[in-house]
């Protein structure tokens, strides 16, 4: 069964001579459990297609369905609760909340959901650590590293295991040893609960642990190549 479908996606931004074509009649199905990378160069569409798989963008013409759900006309709010009940989104830029500590900002979804309190800072701890940041759950953003803060925003995607998790350019602010250890963290959510993982990357490390690639250009799909 599918988990992210997009028929005919295009998505262009300004009008006219400014037009930016950043995806151009896409047709994918990714199925429950896969493990994608999504490359090509700045520019080719990577990100824009995250956004729309989330639904935190809108294509211009086409649509795109989450779980069976087509998700193109759902109102703002009804949005927003498909995202907490069924989708972890890494960021590039962290999107970390500055006046939560690390265990609150990785607390938060589980907090949105409902789950006690009690229940969701166990598991928030148990996710710190898996990513590397034992003994820093009561730092704010600040005081960490750009890698501190990226493990934080992967912790806080991958805490209540969504059905999807949409990451983009994971490892971009890592070193190599912490960004191996993450793939490998992310590679057991899939094999353990099946959870689905698209990432965005330029990064041969993500490609490598990757069970398919998709190659983008020019808001198109030149290739898919599964293992």
Not at 2 to 13: H, R
Not at 101 to 125: D, F, I, S
Not at 139 to 155: C, D, I, N, T
């Amino acid at each position: 069964m599918s988990i992210i479908t997009l028929q005919n996606v295009s998505k262009t931004y300004g009008e006219g001579e400014i037009a930016v074509h950043a995806l151009r009649g896409v047709d994918l199905t990714i199925e429950h459990g896969d493990f994608v990378a999504v490359a090509g160069p700045s520019g080719s569409g990577k990100s824009t297609m995250l956004n729309i798989m989330s639904g935190l963008d809108r294509p211009t013409e086409g649509n795109c369905h989450i779980a069976g759900t087509e998700i193109t006309q759902l109102s703002s709010n009804e949005l927003s609760k498909l995202r907490l009940e069924k989708v972890g989104f890494i960021f590039q830029a962290y999107n970390l909340l500055p006046v939560l500590t690390a265990l609150e900002n990785t607390e938060y979804v589980m907090m949105m959901q409902g789950v006690p309190a009690q229940e969701r800072t166990e598991k928030a701890k148990v996710i710190l650590a898996r990513v590397g940041l034992e003994g820093k759950e009561d730092r704010f953003p600040h005081e960490l590293s750009g890698g501190q803060q990226q493990r934080v925003a992967v912790a806080r995607a991958i805490v209540s295991e969504p059905a999807l998790v949409l990451a983009d350019e994971p490892t971009a602010n890592l070193d190599s040893e912490t960004g191996y250890a993450l793939m490998d963290l992310m590679g057991e959510l899939n094999q353990e609960k099946g959870t689905t993982f698209i990432f965005s990357t330029h990064d041969p490390k993500v490609m490598e642990r990757s069970n398919e690639i998709i190659r983008l250009h020019d808001g198109k799909i030149l290739s898919r190549d599964k293992d």
